[in-house]
């Protein structure tokens, strides 16, 4: 259970939320996760399943009827609206012929009211028409909630853990020695990370639209140290309605990501 000060559920909760600082208004947020693993045995043909779940619930400002957020007092003059977050995953590593190989996949959600710029993780596009808040940036003046959301799905495939793992740590050429301690991974992830102003009720409703990510890597494990090196590269695909009203355009923004990392 937290305080449930004002904030919003679509941003960093460490930064712009702040769950458990001091409170605003007379509701609390509560949270809860939970995991079950019907089939945990690394040894046997089935391998290793957890299938979790996560929400926190709660409510945003007290009796006032105000929208706007330039005219804001705490949150307390702010209208009252319910908020939560939410996720749920499934993680699969499975023995046998097929050890070595490992799949999750995760899908999450939050709704919240939308607000100024400050208020989303994601890139608020500027319209003509419609108002501004403190800062400038074009938003909805009486918006109503709106949900996000995205999932991702990830596999990957680890040599030392392998059918192959013993005649790869014993082969005498290093290329042998050095694929025993690689792992194939892929990603694929979906988010709602792209909001605009409803074109037809700019004041009112917001638009969200997906951007779509692909991601291949591999990943080496330094034997004889918790260390890896880690090489990925992601294609970034952005959205687009085909109308020019709304800016949205496709950019060459692929990543290419070296990364080396210590486990203590």
Known sequence: AFNGPGGTVLTDPEILEGGNRTDDNDEKDISFRIAVRPVWD???????????????????GESGSNTNQDEWINGLNKQTNDINR?????????????????????????????????VLPVTQLLQNGGSTDATGATVPQRPTPVTISGWYFASGYKMSESR???DLRSCSNFLGKALHDTEFAFRYEVFENITSEDLAQEDRHTDEFKTQAYTAGLNYYIRGYDAKIQAN????DEPSDGNPNRGLREVRNNVFVVNFQVMF
């Open 42 to 60: 690394k040894d046997c043909g089935w391998g290793r399943l957890e299938l979790g779940y996560a929400r926190t619930d709660g409510i945003r």
């Open 86 to 118: 939410q996720a749920a995953w499934v993680w699969y590593r499975p023995s046998g012929p097929v050890r070595g190989l490992w799949l999750r996949g995760e899908w999450g959600s939050a709704r919240d009211r939308i607000g100024g710029s400050t």
């Open 164 to 166: 192959w793992a013993e």
């Open 233 to 236: 590269y992601i294609w970034v």
